[in-house]
């Protein structure tokens, strides 16, 4: 089970029904009153395995819509005027005040998404491909349909960017060091070089722009990854839809791990803790601004649940878990191994139905619940360096017909995660990933 630490207790995410039917009930509201979004919604389910559901930015509805949601467990925010349920993963609200509802969906370029949608005809649009926040919306009579891109900017009063340069700054992380000094010093130069970026655009902006570049890296190695990506992006979506991004960490340089992340706005969420036999736990961590969540996998002693290894960081040990061995074979995953998956939501079974009629097998389910159900890709296996082994063997950590497999058939390296998230679950399922953990252990891995 998860650590009862206090601030597991913070965490307690719950099921909400109710919320989630009154979020349905709009969605389904907008498709009935307007044919082209209700064509949209078809498109998304039969090309891509998606839901219009897992896209929603956010809703603007008349005040008796606001009264269900605000019965249904919303918040109305001063600061920025609209209502949230922050317990749960659901859109925020507004007023529309003109009985012209809107419904916004998330994309990660407006430019892509009109793009390769001509039906959506822009009746007004706010900023440029040059700034941190960029909208543009269709009326479609009472019912309007719009679209967003978010670089770390949210409803809150906040100051509005535009830098004419984002590509150059995007390009600092794709070329920022990865295996040259060694993993402490690439640690450091990656906050070195987040610290300048963020100084030209802000923290949220340049952590935007830091995982935009991550998940770059991880699906030039990721094939499942790459046939998905394109799925989407012949809607304009990109990754509009991730869940979480997951870092495979040494014990060594965990806490180098958190320090970069909350260098970059993070603030640690639940940790977790499968128990003596399972040998790893986990820090979930988030940025609030730009919406990203982390999941952070390392090597764990029964013993050391209690402290904040998070930030107090963990000595070598002498053997290898399935979290260990990975770093060792691969590298570090926020280093030259790059993020070992990424966890979007879809459609659960219309995506994995869809993906194998392309030859994109997934592994059997390792949540099979009806508020959250998850399965990963069948892992990408890479080559490994003789050096890493014979490193491995030498330390004993591996015995020679490891080592043998290693050499010749590579290990697993990364993953597609799909994700069906219902009535706003925001948590995780303990049981289930350390089941998934454990077959992924490249021990195990079969030629």
Known sequence: MPSSSPMNQDFDWKRHPETARQVNLTIKEFAVNNSLVAEFQKRLFDETGNRLLDFLDHLSVIPERIQAFAAAGYEFHESSQTWRNASGIFPIISNCGDNHSLMTIKVESVEDFCRQNPWFQVSEQ??????????????????????????????????????????????????????????????????????????????????????RAEREYWMSRNRAAQVQYARQQQLGLG???????????????????????????????????????????????????????????????????????????????????????????????????????????????????????????????????????????KGEVWPVSSERIDALLNAGLIDANQAEQFRSHGAIGSHLEILERNEGFKGFNQTGISDIISKTDPRLQTT
């Open 126 to 211: 706010q900023g440029t491909p040059n700034d941190n926040y960029r909208w543009a919306w269709m009326d479609l009579g009472e019912y309007r349909f719009g679209v967003v891109q978010r670089h770390g900017f949210l409803f809150e009063p906040q100051q509005l960017r535009s830098y004419d340069h984002v590509e150059s700054l995007l390009d600092r992380f794709r070329q920022r060091p990865r295996s040259s000094a060694g993993p402490a010093e690439d640690f450091a130069a990656a906050r070195s070089i987040f610290t300048e970026v963020a100084a030209a655009i802000g923290q949220d902006w340049a952590c935007d722009l830091f995982f």
């Open 239 to 377: 990754w509009a839809n991730h869940d979480h991004h997951t870092f495979r960490c040494s014990r060594e340089h965990f806490a180098d791990l958190v320090k970069s992340l909350e260098h970059m706005g993070f603030e640690c969420r639940e940790r977790f803790y499968a128990g003596r036999q399972a040998g790893w736990g986990a820090q979930v961590l988030e940025q609030p601004t730009c919406g990203f969540v982390v999941f952070a996998d390392v090597d764990m002693a029964p013993e050391e649940v209690s402290g904040d290894f998070a930030h107090a960081g963990l000595s070598p040990a002498n053997s290898l878990g399935t979290v260990g061995l990975w770093c060792k074979l691969h590298g570090e995953a926020f280093l030259q191994a790059g993020l070992h998956h990424l966890e979007c939501q879809f459609d659960f079974e219309a995506t994995r139905d869809q993906l194998a009629t392309v030859g994109i097998e997934t592994m059997a389910p390792f949540t099979d619940f009806p508020h959250l159900k998850q399965a990963f890709t």
